[in-house]
């Protein structure tokens, strides 16, 4: 094999990040947008000690799984991974994913019970976009070049109508200082936050934005609402600009409840990482108490702020990092334990101090299939698994929600 040349291959798989895998001379090739089956031709950019990495340049023989995306940027900007795939076969290559990690990392054979989707399309409820000069978009993946984009299709369509605004006033202000945008869009409410520029933008933000109900300038109000409500099922969550909320309402909805009827009625529920509260809200009907521990100052604020408007008395948060404060909590009688930490994982500390608990059911919500297996690596030492699904929260992305429910061994 050699830098620049071009080969056919036949594609055997994706790997976990949608690219396609050809074995070329021996050597195991990533092609991204080359689907499983196809024969392709493709040219090789780069190798490495043990595999190679390439560019489809001719497919040969289609995928009848392949469709023709539907946004423009897609095969420029790297945000999506999928629309190239019809979406039911996108659904299975992310329970398959998980499937497979699971066996590399855990050895163990585990089988996905179901996928649960919403909207493929303009669902999501937040994005960062990167501006510069006059140009607004995402980074292509991994690199620092910025793919100007008039829409997004998977953000809420108000959330493309900030953007127009937004291409507006960058070209009338191409001197403009912005280098990063929030936008968040709740229950039909738009809100924007942008850091490091001269708060005298915000005159001109009320003037040339339409439609705006709150804007934030480095961290502070300058005007509208200070956070936006959102509702799910009886419970009204206020987030403001720093607070996690999940992207996808739909699927999130589907996904707490389905993650709270695994609880039984308990004594004393803990929620790690508990965000804004949202499923320490859900959880409250269970059990006579909720613990919730969570490190953003912001969302704990919220998260406690959240409680009154529900008038939930029985939940009290901790503003502090999960792996300090765990241990202290051991000698409660928790029933209990849901954990739903960021990419990277739980910790050593915290999952020794899970084990020492021994709660009868730990509910591990994990955006990262890989963190969730190693963590699981670890509590097997007590636990079995009792279910596992998955959840499209991030669609037509390589990313999945994941949902493992863990039951006592001695139960
Ligand atoms: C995936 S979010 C889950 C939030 C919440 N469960 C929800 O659904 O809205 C992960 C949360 O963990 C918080 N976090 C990250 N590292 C943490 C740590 N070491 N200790 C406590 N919270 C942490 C983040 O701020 C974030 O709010």
Redesign the pocket.
Same mark, same amino acid.
Do not use: R
């Given at each position: 094999m050699k830098i620049n040349e071009t080969y056919e291959t036949k594609i055997l798989r994706l790997n976990n990040e949608t690219e396609g895998v050809g074995i070329i001379d021996g050597i195991t090739t990533f092609i991204p947008y080359a689907l499983p089956l196809e024969i392709v031709k493709v040219k090789i950019d780069n190798m490495y000690d043990n595999y190679a990495r390439g560019t489809l340049v001719e497919i040969l023989k289609e995928s009848s799984d392949r469709i023709d995306p539907v946004c423009p940027y897609f095969y420029k900007c790297g945000g999506c991974n999928l629309m190239h795939l019809n979406y039911d076969s996108g659904l299975e290559f992310k329970k398959e994913k998980i499937e497979s990690i699971f066996k590399k990392i855990t050895n163990e054979n585990i089988k996905v019970n179901n996928i649960y989707n919403g909207n493929n399309l303009y669902y999501r409820n937040k994005i960062t976009l990167k501006v510069d000069k006059n140009k607004i978009g995402y980074y292509k993946e991994k690199t620092n070049t910025l793919i100007d984009i008039d829409k997004c299709f998977i953000v809420d369509n108000k959330i493309n109508n900030v953007i127009k605004d937004l291409k507006d006033f960058i070209n009338n202000y191409p001197d403009n200082e912005i280098n990063e945008i929030m936008i968040r869009v709740i229950d039909n409410k738009v809100m924007i936050s942008i850091d490091n520029i001269s708060i005298n933008y915000k005159d001109l933000f009320i003037d040339k934005l339409n439609n705006l109900d709150s804007i934030y300038i480095n961290n502070n109000l300058v005007y509208g609402e200070k956070v936006l409500v959102e509702t799910i099922d009886n419970y009204k969550f206020n987030i403001s600009p720093k607070s996690?909320?999940?992207v996808n309402k739909k699927v999130?909805k589907m996904m707490?409840e389905k993650a709270v009827s695994y609880i039984d009625k308990s004594d004393i529920t803990l *929620?790690?990482?508990?965000?804004?509260g949202?499923?320490t809200a859900l959880l409250s009907e269970k059990s006579k108490k909720v613990i919730g521990? =969570?490190?953003?100052k912001e969302?704990v604020n919220d998260a406690n702020n959240n409680l009154k408007i529900n008038n939930i008395s029985n939940v009290e948060f901790i503003c *502090?990092?999960? =792996?300090n404060k765990i241990e202290t909590l051991k000698k409660l009688n928790i029933d209990n334990i849901v954990l *739903?930490?960021?990419r990277s994982g739980s910790d050593k500390k915290t999952l020794k101090s899970i084990l020492e608990i021994k709660p009868n059911k730990i509910i591990y919500?994990s955006?990262n299939p890989v963190t969730l297996a190693r963590d699981y690596n670890v509590l097997k030492e007590k636990y079995i698994i009792k279910e596992i699904n998955a959840y499209d929260m991030f669609s037509n992305t390589y990313h999945v929600e994941t949902v493992m429910v863990l039951e006592k061994k001695d139960v």
């Open positions: 996690f909320f999940q999130s707490y *929620d790690l990482y508990s965000g804004t949202t499923i521990i =969570e490190v953003v969302a *502090d990092k999960v =792996e *739903d930490p960021p919500i955006c």
